[in-house]
């Protein structure tokens, strides 16, 4: 049999994993209960469990699998070590090492999850025939990962790709998950696009759909809204895609890649949001017309297994 991989991409509620060939195509997928209880001394014990099932079930031998990629949500250092994973309770570990043992030995890589992802998107996804991206992903906040030379550069601190927490506006006042003020994630993730909404209803009398929601107003309510012509929303919308313009505008003097690629849950506005942002983006980065393009993700929740069975292939 061909060789393969396994992709782990590990979250606050399920563990997803994915068998793959190695060229790329996904054989099987799965999901099993993240079990954070105890101080979640269950999830990588259910992790190997749950792959040696599966390997038994399909039939394929140990001396088959390449190895396996792990996507972590949280910061995770070259070394697989991870100082603390708040929303799984791990601290002060090494969970590549401790799953590699727990599979007889077999080769083990861990990562930022969102960096996998970014990395899953270059492989067989929306950045496809490119080395070098930056992916953006719009969810409850706003992360994203960095690639160059089809590996993923997690920074010497594991901040890599931290995109959610560069500073953009100097006059907000609250204070953003991360203990900063003025995040792009206040602005562009999801809740940050309802928080606008609000704010902007508050402020002003002007008619909109948006009202009928009130507080319990939605990203996608937004979003939905802008695209039918409302124009409260579509000034929120303008405003979350003018700071992403320019946070990309930045990163594309540091970085340079080739594409970003944008995903997440708000991405699902298509290339309605993509055009708003590029019109932002070519305004801020005018130094010249040969840089990156702006491109769809395409593997929605997929991408972390698929980015985690990539990484042990290098």
């Known amino acids: 049999m061909e060789r393969v991989c396994i992709g782990i991409d590990v979250g606050g509620t399920t563990v997803k994993l994915g068998?793959?060939?190695?060229?790329?195509?996904l054989i099987d997928?799965?999901?099993?209960?993240?079990?954070?209880q105890d101080g979640a001394k269950y999830i990588l014990p259910d992790i190997a469990a749950s792959i040696k099932s599966k390997l038994q079930e399909m039939e394929i031998e140990m001396e088959n699998v390449a190895g396996a990629g792990m996507g972590i949500p949280g910061p995770v250092m070259p070394d697989g070590h991870v100082e603390v994973c708040v929303n799984l309770g791990w601290k002060d570990m090494n969970p590549q090492r401790?799953?590699?043992a727990l599979l007889g030995g077999l080769p083990v890589k861990g990562g930022n999850d969102a960096n996998v992802a970014a990395l899953g998107e270059m492989w067989q996804g929306g950045g496809k025939g490119y080395t070098d991206i930056v992916m953006v992903t719009l969810g409850t906040g706003v992360?994203?990962?960095v690639i160059i030379d089809e590996k993923i550069v997690p920074g010497k601190h594991g901040l890599g790709g931290e995109i959610g927490h560069i500073h953009v506006r100097d006059e907000e006042t609250e204070h953003c998950n991360c203990g900063g003020v003025g995040c792009l994630e206040q602005i562009a993730?999801?809740?940050?696009?309802?928080?606008?909404?609000?704010?902007?209803?508050?402020?002003?009398?002007t008619p909109s759909v948006l009202r009928e929601k009130g507080d319990a107003v939605t990203a996608k309510d937004v979003l939905d809204a802008a695209k039918a012509g409302d124009s409260l929303a579509d000034e929120v919308v303008e405003t979350a895609s003018r700071y992403?313009?320019?946070?990309?505008?930045?990163?594309?003097?540091?970085?340079?890649?080739?594409?970003?690629v944008i995903g997440g849950g708000v991405s699902k506005a298509g290339q309605f949001l993509v055009d708003k942002i590029n019109k932002y983006y070519q305004q801020y980065a005018v130094i010249s017309d040969n840089k990156a393009t702006i491109a769809l993700a395409k593997l929605g929740n997929d991408a972390g297994i698929y980015g985690a069975a990539r990484m042990i292939l290098d």
């Open 19 to 25: 068998i793959f060939e190695v060229t790329g195509r």
């Open 29 to 36: 997928k799965w999901e099993i209960p993240t079990r954070t």
């Open 98 to 100: 401790e799953l590699s």
């Open 143 to 145: 992360g994203g990962g």
């Open 189 to 205: 993730s999801a809740t940050g696009i309802a928080r606008e909404a609000r704010r902007k209803m508050a402020a002003s009398g």
């Open 244 to 260: 992403l313009g320019l946070v990309l505008s930045q990163i594309s003097m540091i970085v340079d890649p080739q594409v970003f």
